[in-house]
């Protein structure tokens, strides 16, 4: 808990730093595919800084997590099964070392998937749960990959955009 907490303290560092948008790109990308901290983070100290740009910063969050959302795919199709099907090394490394990965939760995601599939991945773009958990499952699982853009840009481009339109109005207040 203590490597996450220094973690979550570093990506704050940068909401004082000019190349702090260009993190935030990154670290949008790198969320949606395998990595702990939430872009909220860095976005909501960002467009409190600069409220006139917190729209901006939306969409440099909502097209990294795009982008990351495609690479997440990318590691379920091609990285996440060994023969048979059995979880491939890459996958359980995933397992014992990412946070939100375990066993258990990708099989419920796969029978999740079987009924709701747009739903699952709209869903899990607009609230706090691990999305990387759901973009390389989607891959894992061949979910429709044009459903499951749509559903990605959908609902993180809602989430960001309703965080900074927030930002925008009502500030620190």
């Not at 899990?124 to 759901?134: D, E, R, S």
């Not at 993180?156 to 109005?169: E, H």
Request: positive net charge; charged residues 15%; contains cysteine.
């Amino acid at each position: 808990m203590k490597n996450i907490r220094e973690l979550y303290n570093w990506v704050l560092s940068w909401a004082d730093k000019p190349s702090g948008p260009a993190v935030l790109g990154i670290m949008s990308t790198a969320e949606a595919s395998f990595f702990p901290v939430p872009p909220d983070v860095l976005l909501i100290p960002l467009a409190l800084g600069k409220r006139k740009k917190a729209f901006r910063f939306a969409l440099i969050c909502s097209a990294g997590s795009i982008l990351g959302a495609m690479i997440g795919y990318g590691i379920g199709q091609w990285a996440w099964w060994g023969a048979g099907d059995s979880f491939s090394a890459f996958a359980q490394f995933f397992f014992d070392h990412i946070p939100g990965f375990s066993h258990q939760g990708f099989e419920r995601i796969k029978s999740l998937y079987d009924d709701y599939n747009f739903m699952i991945v709209f869903t899990a773009g607009f609230t706090p749960i691990p999305f990387k958990l759901f973009t390389i499952s989607a891959g894992a699982f061949h979910i429709n990959f044009p459903l499951f853009i749509l559903a990605s840009v959908v609902s993180r481009s809602a989430r960001f955009f309703l965080v900074a339109g927030l930002i925008k109005k009502f500030g620190e207040s």
